[in-house]
């Protein structure tokens, strides 16, 4: 046997009809003339059905249809094809804490951490989160926490993707009609504030909640923080800025 034994001699034998099946030699024989030299015919692939809408999901609003109540539209995060490609209901995170709260925070997305407790800042983020609103005397019953989108996303949110989940999230503002908020991740400020808001940070800044400007932070995500325990002074010194905002 060749060296490398019976594995070996299998891969020399599927190389060696690989080369001939490319040649265009695919019978063993055939009671019709043809031309060898010819290029090999390729069928095209079958088309594919459409699929059929799925079961339970309700569809995307039209552009003059956005949820008239947080409940319509929490539904719709839930269930709905609200952007290209949406994870399974099972795989979304919800809004959670109190709507009526004077602090929003947004978040770019669920962590993997939080997809099972279906909240999010779960996992090992959990302790710092709740210690960071801690320190602005706040809890997560007093506040409102909210995900950008509301499946986790590979890579950066593209352009269909974020025109959708910005259209829905400034509806959520405004129908949760927070007194300030509190951004975290790059992909959030990027679109909720623009390019400019992930090159500079610090200082108060405003998101546009139809028509309305709003006082926001853009800050760093407490699972950079975690990973980053150098960067929580400028993290603290952002959250500092809304104090003064949600005492007036």
């Not at 030299?37 to 459409?50: E, K, N, S, Y």
């Not at 028509?211 to 926001?216: H, L, R, S, Y």
Request: charge should be negative; glycine fraction near 8%.
């Amino acid at each position: 046997m060749l060296n490398g034994g019976d594995h070996r001699f299998r891969d020399i034998v599927a190389s060696a009809l690989g080369w001939w099946s490319e040649a265009g030699v695919d019978c063993l024989a055939s009671e019709d003339a043809r031309d060898w030299l010819a290029a090999p015919q390729r069928a095209a692939p079958p088309m594919a059905p459409a699929a059929p809408p799925a079961a339970g999901l309700t569809p995307a609003p039209a552009a003059d249809a956005l949820p008239e109540t947080l409940e319509a539209l929490t539904a719709l995060l839930a269930t709905g094809d609200y952007m290209p490609n949406p994870a399974p209901p099972g795989r979304r995170v919800m809004p959670a804490g109190d709507p009526s709260s004077s602090l929003m925070i947004v978040a770019d997305m669920p962590d993997p951490d939080d997809i099972e407790p279906g909240h999010l800042f779960g996992g090992e983020t959990a302790r710092l989160f709740d210690a960071m609103l801690a320190a602005m005397g706040r809890e997560r019953a007093t506040v409102y926490v909210a995900p950008f989108s509301p499946s986790r996303i590979a890579g950066r949110i593209d352009e269909r993707q974020g025109t959708a989940l910005t259209r829905l999230m400034r509806r959520h503002i405004a129908l949760a009609a927070p007194k300030a908020l509190i951004l975290f991740g790059d992909e959030t400020a990027r679109w909720l504030i623009g390019e400019e808001a992930i090159g500079t940070r610090g200082g108060l800044r405003a998101v546009d909640r139809e028509g309305e400007a709003v006082p926001a932070i853009a800050t760093f995500h407490p699972r950079n923080l975690r990973r980053m325990p150098a960067l929580k002074a400028a993290a603290w010194a952002d959250m500092r800025l809304l104090l003064g905002v949600l005492a007036q």
